[in-house]
């Protein structure tokens, strides 16, 4: 058996366990080393475990950098370094540098300072992770993009204001037989614009009432005991996984639909716009309600004293001073909600449509912007072909309009708190 | 004047104002008036309130209706029909398996079943020379002669070959020890053999077996020698003398229904060919729904509990497909996501709440948490399969990169929930650990921390309840694909439970559709469970300061 041939998995075990094993020892050797100059009857400038892991930041901080260097340069492809050779390094260069680190400490060394230093220095990285995050989500999104505006079957302009998407002609172009065929690729997104906004207008003409008016009901009329239990339950909802919602929708609620339309005559597909949005909806509740109901708790309980000393009744009172003053955070829950709905992914793909179809009809099948991002990027197409870099382009556009949903909602209710900061 | 004008339209138009001028102004009318008023106003009192509880109503009639028809979906797949039926193996029905069956059951056995059948009826074998004498019986290895792969032994498309020869050591090892009990056999019931060299087909060892069933974890030289052997036809699976005699034998087993017979017995509707106007598209003729019904009444087809939903992977067959791997790939993946979510989140959210300095980093960071949390969850598998797949050459489908991709999306979660527990800490315990000296990190470490822990670990179960039950983003980066077997190293491809349910829920054959509704009820069962732990856990630590 060669050297190549270690399995990766124990090598990092066993590595991991050796390290580990140094790690304790270096540990113990510092502390000893600590005992003993207390022992002479010197002071030392930190608490004895600060002493322990100056040594093991002496040991491994230099080796992690480094290990992470390398692992950027393998990565990029700039070079490769055998696995076996940063498994030895880890092994033999704390061994090494122990020795050294043990006979630096003394009484009047602050091991405090290197220690909290490194500390702080781990807490702002594990921070910036979620940076890097957004950026890799930007940078990701928008460089695909870009390629896919760039193709020559493709025009911002058409992906914006074109009405007719049928990706399927890029495939045939891209294979050299596009034109003979006459077969045109479109990527004119309106239709999954237009299907997205019906299929969250319908969501939210049941979340929104049912949302708030629960709300309502939960923050001014409930007592406290049905307070505790009415919230989890409503909770529960928003804890069901959405393949699941999208499995309801497509096995029950569509065929539902379908059976009702036909009893009032009408013709309804089975992949109607009414099922994924009736679903979504009952989905978003949760989330609406919540939102509502912090909102209207934090009205200031003495605007509503004043109101009921004036002999308004309950209903009048939340309508008329409740409401109104909790009327921004509403609609900053409203438009998170939008973002969410726009968002969701499971239910349409599970329950509405892939033909892009424009039309206002609820009943007709419909097709969303997330459907079709999902469905370009699970196609079996290459990478580069336009039909799969079509969803990225959809996946800006995504990105934007809840960047967009986000922020507004942010001012929204940023100047909601002024006006009672103001008071 | 203008105004004077408005105020004068304003009273006329409010009806408040206009009753109370009428010339009968007695005291009474106006009571009476008043209390018609109040009434008015009482019932619209009620009135609103009644929708407020009606809306709640609706949130939990929906409620109690989805799970009760989930449940009424799902349960039926808890049991799946069996067939008692005589099973004949022997060497004739091996290789037509139908023929093992009687011919009442040989079209409702399922396909499944068939071919479990035959594969253990099989066992793999190896044609060897054996060179009989005295010793054999005592020393049967001493039987076995290296022996020669010439170039006459090998098909006509590996003729670019050398003759080879294979060494004692590697066949003793394919042979093993029921090989060698085949020799002592033979010798003890013949011991005229002795001094002669027959050809056998021995059975092989349990390396031998592994092979010939596809394993590839065998050692590079065993490999090529058993390759090797294979292409010179010394190697094949034969009917199982040891298990069934030469002659074979007849068993009465309860072996696994085919779909439609499992569908037929649930009694849905669409199995049953009185349902369609056309018997022809029914999914089973009428004979041979009759014939289930009759087996059925005579105890020879029955309902057992599912246990292949649990202990199997997912296949294409409807009835044997199951759980097993995706429930460990989803403990695998999540407990990944764990790993690399709590400490990071703990660590993010101790700076933001303990260390950061107010500075326009600090407030990049949190605006930017709190954009992260409200990006679509679809958005999170697009990164991933930018970056984690086409960037740094991640395996697609691997409990890596949903891991991976699946951690991101449960970051800003946790972050959220332990920066709330960590500001649930009173300042006076962080101002009493500064008064005695100690450092802002051992404040957090010895205090803040241990105080918070609960809340902490409520946030994080929370989370990851949540990624136990996404499925956008691990469809983009591959998650959905057929992955039969359980997932080992974390390069392995690898399905989860939701994206299970997804790919069940796909599949054409009907069958496949009980159990994504039985998958639901699983994936609920957990995440009722994780849900109410996190209850548990903060109902138990609640403490007010």
């Known amino acids: 058996m060669s050297i190549q041939d270690i399995n990766p998995t124990i090598l990092l075990l066993v590595t991991g366990l050796v390290v580990v094993l140094v790690g304790r020892v270096g540990y113990r050797m510092t502390r000893n080393r600590t005992a003993e100059i207390a022992d002479g009857g010197e002071e030392l400038r930190s608490t004895p475990d600060y002493y322990g892991w100056y040594a093991l930041v002496w040991m491994f901080l230099p080796l992690l950098v480094i290990t992470i260097l390398v692992a950027a340069l393998e990565l990029t492809g700039v070079m490769s370094v055998p696995g076996l050779w940063v498994a030895a390094a880890w092994i033999a260069l704390p061994a090494l540098i122990l020795m050294p680190v043990i006979r630096s400490i003394r009484s009047d060394l602050n091991a405090r300072i290197l220690v909290e230093r490194v500390i702080y220095g781990v807490l702002l990285s594990a921070a910036m992770v979620s940076i890097f995050t957004t950026i890799g989500i930007m940078l990701s999104v928008l460089f695909e993009s870009i390629q896919f505006f760039q193709h020559p079957s493709v025009s911002v302009t058409e992906f914006l204001f074109g009405t007719e998407w049928s990706p399927g002609g890029a495939f045939l172009e891209s294979a050299g037989r596009g034109t003979e065929q006459g077969t045109d690729a479109d990527f004119g997104a309106v239709p999954l614009f237009a299907g997205t906004l019906i299929i969250t207008g319908i969501a939210m003409l049941v979340a929104v009432p049912i949302g708030v008016l629960s709300a309502i009901y939960l923050s001014e009329y409930a007592s406290k005991y049905v307070r505790r239990v009415g919230k989890p339950l409503i909770e529960i909802l928003a804890g069901i996984p959405t393949v699941v919602y999208g499995f309801f929708a497509a096995i029950t609620v569509a065929p539902l639909i379908v059976k009702a339309a036909g009893w009032a005559g009408l013709e309804a597909s089975y992949q109607n716009a009414l099922a994924p949005g009736l679903i979504m909806g009952i989905m978003i509740i949760p989330f609406m309600s919540s939102l509502c109901d912090d909102v209207m708790s934090s009205v200031p309980q003495n605007i509503r004293r004043a109101s009921y000393a004036m002999g308004a009744t309950s209903s009048e009172t939340i309508k008329q001073v409740v409401l109104p003053a909790a009327f921004p955070g509403i609609i900053s829950a409203f438009l998170l909600a939008i973002s969410v709905a726009v968002g969701e992914t499971m239910i349409v793909v599970m329950a509405a449509g892939l033909t892009a179809n424009l039309t206002a009809n609820p009943l007709a099948e419909m097709t969303t912007v997330t459907v079709h991002i999902v469905d370009n990027l699970t196609g079996d197409q290459a990478y580069d072909n336009p039909q799969t870099l079509s969803a990225f382009g959809l996946g800006l556009t995504l990105l934007f309009m809840t960047l967009i949903l986000n922020v507004v909602s942010t001012i929204v209710i940023r100047k909601f708190r002024m006006r009672y900061e103001g008071d | ?545």
């Open chain 2, 1 to 545: 004047m203008q105004d004077k004008a408005n105020l004068k339209k304003n009273r006329k138009e409010d009806p408040s104002h206009e009753k109370k001028s009428p010339p009968a102004d007695s005291w009474e009318a106006q009571k009476e008036h008043e209390l018609h008023h109040l009434e008015k106003r009482r019932r619209r009192e009620k009135r609103f309130k009644a929708y407020t509880l009606g809306a709640i109503f609706i949130a939990a009639a929906f409620l109690v209706f989805f799970l009760v028809d989930l449940i009424i979906k799902g349960y039926p797949a808890l049991k799946q029909a069996e067939i008692r039926t005589d099973i004949t193996y022997s060497p004739e029905t091996i290789d037509n398996i139908d023929q093992a069956f009687p011919e009442q059951v040989r079209d409702l056995v399922s396909r499944a079943a068939k071919r479990r059948l035959t594969r253990e009826a099989k066992v793999a074998e190896i044609r060897i020379p054996v060179h009989y004498d005295e010793n054999t019986a005592k020393n049967p290895e001493s039987a076995i002669h290296p022996i020669q792969i010439t170039k006459a032994d090998m098909p006509p498309w590996k003729q670019d070959f050398e003759a080879q020869e294979i060494p004692k050591k590697q066949l003793i090892e394919l042979i093993g020890e029921r090989g060698f009990n085949r020799i002592q056999q033979n010798m003890k019931a013949d011991p005229s053999l002795a001094g002669s060299v027959r050809e056998e087909w021995l059975p092989g060892s349990d390396l031998l077996q592994g092979f010939m069933h596809g394993a590839t974890d065998l050692k590079k030289e065993m490999m090529e020698t058993a390759v090797l052997l294979d292409d010179a036809d010394h190697l094949q699976m034969g009917f199982d003398t040891g298990k069934y005699g030469t002659e074979g034998k007849t068993v009465e087993e309860w072996v696994l229904a085919d779909s439609h017979v499992d569908q037929y017995l649930k009694g849905y509707d669409f199995m049953k060919p009185s349902a369609y106007d056309n018997p022809a598209n029914a999914p089973i003729s009428k004979e041979k729904a009759a014939r289930i019904d009759r087996l059925h009444e005579e105890g020879k087809i029955a309902l057992h509990f599912n246990d292949y939903f649990f202990l199997n992977g997912d296949s294409k067959i409807p009835e044997v497909a199951g759980m097993r791997a995706a429930i460990i790939g989803s403990v695998y993946v999540v407990g990944l996501v764990f790993l690399i979510c709590l400490p990071i989140g703990v660590l993010t959210s101790i700076y933001l709440e303990e260390f950061a300095p107010d500075n326009l980093l600090t407030q990049t960071i949190e605006v930017n948490i709190n954009n992260l949390a409200a990006i679509p969850s679809i958005l999170f598998g697009v990164l991933g399969l930018a970056a984690f797949i086409n960037l740094f050459g991640m395996p697609r489908s691997s409990v890596l990169v949903g891991a991976a991709t699946l951690a991101l999306m449960t970051l800003p979660i946790i972050i959220i929930a332990t920066r709330a527990a960590l500001r649930a800490v009173p300042d006076s315990i962080r101002r009493a650990g500064f008064a005695m000296g100690a450092t802002r990190w051992q404040v957090v470490l010895h205090h803040v921390l241990p105080v918070s822990i609960s809340g902490i670990m409520t946030g994080s179960i929370i989370g990851i309840a949540k990624a136990i039950g996404e499925t956008a983003p691990l469809i983009i980066v591959g998650l959905v694909s057929f992955v039969p077997d359980a997932p080992v190293t974390p390069t392995d491809p690898t399905s989860v439970m939701p994206a299970q349910i997804f790919s069940w829920w796909s599949m054409s054959l009907r069958g496949f559709q009980e159990r994504a509704a039985l998958g639901i009820l699983v994936l609920l069962a957990v995440l009722f469970f994780l849900n109410g732990l996190a209850v548990f856990i903060r109902a138990k630590s609640e403490r007010s300061w």
